[in-house]
């Protein structure tokens, strides 16, 4: 599966985003996805996923209330609400997929990965 991540941009603080992701290859049901994203000067950061079996989705606890994740299976399509962005929230934000039905935290169970979209949030 290929992944393109977009919506990124600036934005004030308190402001809101809306981030998609792209799944071709493949359809996306087949896969649980997740977001990360990768602050200056820090490692990459589980943010948000959603199984492949569906369900509700998990949050990282630095967004949860603030942001949400949904997926549209039959366009191939994940997004992430980014709601009263704050500043710390200023990254390079990524899509990844897996086949494993698990969402995990850990980015090392991810296998495919988008190219980033960049996301300032200005105070």
């Known amino acids: 599966v290929q992944l393109q991540a977009s919506g990124g941009g600036l934005v004030q603080a308190g402001g809101s985003l809306r981030l998609s992701c792209v799944a071709s290859g493949r359809t996306s049901s087949w896969y649980t996805i997740a977001w990360f994203r990768r602050a200056p000067g820090k490692e990459r950061a589980f943010v948000a996923g959603?199984?492949?079996?569906?369900?509700?989705?998990y949050y990282g606890d630095s967004v949860k209330g603030r942001f949400t994740m949904s997926r549209d299976n039959a366009m191939n399509m994940v997004y992430l609400q980014m709601n009263n962005l704050e500043p710390e929230d200023t990254a390079v934000y990524y899509c990844?997929?897996?086949?494993?039905?698990?969402?995990?935290?850990?980015?090392?169970?991810?296998?495919?990965w988008g190219q980033g979209t960049q996301v300032t949030v200005s105070s």
């Open positions: 959603i199984s492949r079996n569906g369900g509700s989705p």
């Open positions: 990844a997929a897996d086949n494993d039905p698990f969402v995990r935290n850990n980015l090392r169970f991810y296998n495919y």
